[in-house]
């Protein structure tokens, strides 16, 4: 019974989790910048550093 239990607390937490996940995508301009990997990916990961 408490497995049981603990199961539905995991799931609901999971749904409830992704329903509050709000999806953001931003358009950025990537002409022109040095990449690494296949050029026609679909996903572009663009990491912002600060070398100081």
Known sequence: MREK???LIFFLIFT???LWA?????NLPVENS??????TAP???IEFIDYQ
């Open 16 to 18: 409830v989790s992704n």
């Open 22 to 26: 709000a999806e953001v995508r931003y």
């Open 5 to 7: 239990i603990l199961v």
């Open 43 to 45: 996903v572009t990961i």
């Open 34 to 39: 040095p990449f690494l990997g296949n050029e």
